[in-house]
């Protein structure tokens, strides 16, 4: 299986999907593949427009990230809005690109990270310093993961904007709108399902079977400190998702 997921650091819907999506690759583990694409939410506030929410300025961010903290569960620090507002999204989709010139592992790490920064910390994710020390925390601690010096260099090369720019291409192709999306599809074939936005884990799981139907689980965990262990760093929220037992 081949999975696609469509994703911004400061879409917070992405961020409300992170327990679902994360007890989708552990339960998964080994039998599915996964890339992300950047998606580039916010521009700048001068052209950005969501008219589905009515938003098209940072005081109006607030309230929907609100609403995806109560509806999903997961912490988010809304007040970022007002506090501190990223002028753009695309520093930081930047900044996951250059990370992942090192491995997909270090830009999966660096994006979870990023995220944990706005969403947890309320960090502005617009700036670079704030980047910066996003991928210098992320190398002490995984050293084997990022290389700093490394990022902070490819942070402000040409292959990792150019990275994005195939990312945002993507995303016009396949007229990808809203985030989260997700495109899966058994390896090597065009043919798949796409799903959009916040959905539960059922539905994450009945789009695997749709493509797959023969595909099963190859683990579960009812253990808090196994989940916790195996994620490093983890919310309630996430933790809750997976120890609410198997699904039939």
């Known amino acids: 299986m081949e999975i696609e997921y469509y994703t911004d650091p400061l879409c917070c819907w992405s961020w409300a999907l992170e327990p679902q999506w994360r007890r989708l690759r552990f339960e998964y583990s080994g039998r599915v593949k996964w890339r992300y694409r950047m998606g580039g939410l916010i521009p700048n506030w001068e052209s950005f427009n969501d008219p589905m929410n009515v938003v098209n300025r ?6 929907l990230w609100m609403e995806a903290k109560y509806v ?52 502005n994710v617009g700036e670079r310093d704030v980047l910066r020390q996003v991928g210098r925390s992320l190398a002490e601690v995984q050293p084997d993961v990022l290389d700093a010096d490394v990022f902070e260099r ?11 720019e195939e990312d945002l291409r993507q995303v016009r192709l396949h ?11 058994r390896e090597g ?9 916040y959905r539960p884990y059922e539905a994450l799981r009945t789009a695997l079977y749709k493509v797959a ?9 009812t253990d808090e400190f196994e989940y916790r262990r195996y994620w490093g760093s983890i919310t309630e929220r996430e933790l809750e998702e997976v120890l609410k037992g198997t699904v039939s």
């Open 189 to 197: 074939e065009e043919n798949g399902v796409l799903i959009i936005g």
């Open 154 to 164: 490819d942070l402000g090369g040409e292959e990792a904007r150019k990275a994005f």
């Open 58 to 63: 940072p005081l109006q961010m607030g309230p």
């Open 175 to 185: 007229g990808i709108t809203r985030f989260p999306a997700l495109t899966m599809r």
């Open 72 to 123: 999903s569960g997961m912490p988010i620090r809304d007040k970022i809005w007002y506090e501190n507002p990223p002028a753009s999204s695309f520093p930081a989709c930047i900044a996951v690109k250059a990370a992942g010139l090192q491995s997909p592992v270090a830009s999966e790490a660096y994006l979870r990270k990023v995220r944990e920064a706005v969403m947890l910390q309320g960090q």
């Open 213 to 221: 139907p023969e595909l099963e689980p190859v683990q579960h965990t």
